[in-house]
């Protein structure tokens, strides 16, 4: 602890102490690789295939990226997991828009995020997992890539990596900017390595105007910020008629209401199954559960906890070629979650009930049915606050208090299509975040981008 402290003291001491802090960070890190280097072996023997991605995470086995053309500008997008890849997703849409050409990469910080990115986004993108942050690592990277512009979506702030990038001179954009109370102390502390790091950003796209607030605090130069709102909340156009038909078709779901909860979290599934008990009861039986945990890994988890308590159900990747046998269904596809929304009525969205900070509460909303949650809301404290506002969301104490509410719209239609328009409304409100951020990258990639102080 007395090193770290000794450490901070010196990140204050303007250029001289970044650079050691720098030192330190890229030393220790270093060291921990070295030192792991045989277990990484042994679990690369016991995961054949790098199931784990440690060649692309090393920079020793990257996919091959289309030879690169002088007349068309390379854009690197980071994007740290399975949201973010959504949200470039949509971003890649608007800067696409018309016809304009671009060589896109794509890199993750999570295998699901990877998984996802190959599934959903147009197939000419290369897309690999983000590298271990160690400069000697990055740089082979920044070889293979070369980009003309790198997006880092969210504050997925990597010391070696955008330093790495301005040494190169390689444009920088930060879209989606968030920084809350605690983030900014947290910086505070290392002002002297990450505030150097951030004023390198040519452009940076922020959520609210608090955000854009904090990061100029840290050193970023206020022209350089724009508040354009959150890309997440910004959904394409959707025929959300003909989506929900079709999920509604694959859940075998005729005059039955369906109860959809999405994104649950380690301990939500027990507290849900009591919640289901009741709405079964209520619905006279014509209820269909629908449970989506936020990991695959704790399918057998949750397979254990339903069985032991006598509750049948399908698998959802069953049901692609046979009809519905159970009254609950359990998820066991990735990247469905978003789109299989359309097919509920009563939209619950977990990490909520139990101290998860919650999952994007605006990606059910976006059906205009109502979204329900827990009091532990913290990382979509702005989304939720949206949505009770329009009168589309509603925050629950724990599932007792669920069911209540979810019976109270089962049992009066007006109130229900209260509800269904104010989630509705919710999304309306937010529409245009993606065209600006697309619009700052453009700006950037036609020559109109600001000069950034050098980092080191």
């Not at 997008?77 to 973010?84: D, K, N």
């Not at 949200?87 to 890199?107: C, F, H, K, P, S």
């Not at 980009?147 to 990597?158: A, F, G, Q, R, S």
């Amino acid at each position: 602890m007395g090193i770290f402290c000794k450490a901070i003291n010196i990140s204050r001491r303007g250029k001289q102490g970044s650079s050691l802090l720098y030192w330190l960070y890229q030393a220790v890190g270093s060291a921990v690789l070295f030192l792991s280097y045989p277990l990484i072996l042994l679990l690369v023997r016991l995961r054949p295939g790098d199931g784990l991605g440690l060649g692309q995470r090393l920079a020793r086995t990257l996919p091959a990226c289309r030879k690169k053309n002088d007349g068309t500008p390379r854009v690197w997008i980071h994007a740290a997991s399975v949201g973010e890849v959504a949200a470039a997703g949509v971003l890649i849409r608007e800067l696409t828009a018309g016809g304009r050409q671009l060589d896109l990469v794509l890199t993750t910080m999570t295998a699901q995020g990877l998984t996802v990115a190959r599934q959903q986004l147009p197939r000419a993108i290369c897309s690999f997992l983000a590298p271990l942050d160690l400069a000697w690592i990055v740089r082979r990277v920044l070889a293979h890539v070369r980009p003309d512009i790198y997006i880092c979506l969210e504050t997925e702030l990597w010391p070696a990596m955008l330093r790495e990038l301005r040494k190169a001179g390689t444009c920088m954009v930060l879209l989606n900017g968030r920084m809350t109370a605690k983030s900014f102390r947290r910086y505070r502390l290392a002002r002297g390595l990450m505030g150097p790091l951030l004023q390198g950003f040519a452009g940076v796209a922020v959520i609210r105007e608090e955000d854009g607030t904090r990061i100029a605090g840290l050193g970023v130069a206020p022209k350089r910020i724009q508040v354009t709102g959150n890309i997440k909340f910004d959904f394409p156009p959707e025929d959300i008629p003909a989506t929900s038909l079709h999920y509604r078709k694959r859940l075998d779901v005729d005059r039955e209401a369906v109860f959809l909860c999405g994104s649950t979290r380690d301990g939500e599934e027990l507290l849900l199954t009591e919640a289901y008990k009741t709405l079964a009861a209520q619905a006279g039986g014509e209820l269909v559960w629908v449970i989506a945990p936020r990991h695959l890994r704790r399918l057998d988890e949750v397979h254990g906890i339903l069985t032991g308590l006598g509750l049948g159900f399908d698998l959802y990747s069953e049901l692609a070629h046979r009809r519905r046998r159970q009254k609950i269904v359990l998820v066991d596809c990735l990247g469905e979650l978003a789109r299989l929304y359309s097919a509920g009525d009563y939209n619950f969205v977990g990490g909520s009930l139990v101290a998860r900070g919650g999952h994007n509460i605006m990606e059910a909303a976006r059906w205009g049915r109502p979204v329900y949650y827990g009091p532990h809301i913290d990382d979509f404290r702005d989304a939720a606050h949206i949505l009770e506002e329009a009168g589309g969301g509603f925050r629950v104490a724990d599932a007792g208090q669920l069911a209540k509410q979810i019976i109270q719209h089962m049992t009066d239609t007006a109130a229900y299509r209260q509800a269904c328009a104010g989630a509705a409304a919710a999304i309306a409100s937010q529409k245009g975040a993606a065209g600006l951020q697309a619009t700052m990258i453009i700006r950037q990639l036609t020559g109109s981008r600001g000069q950034a102080q050098d980092i080191y």
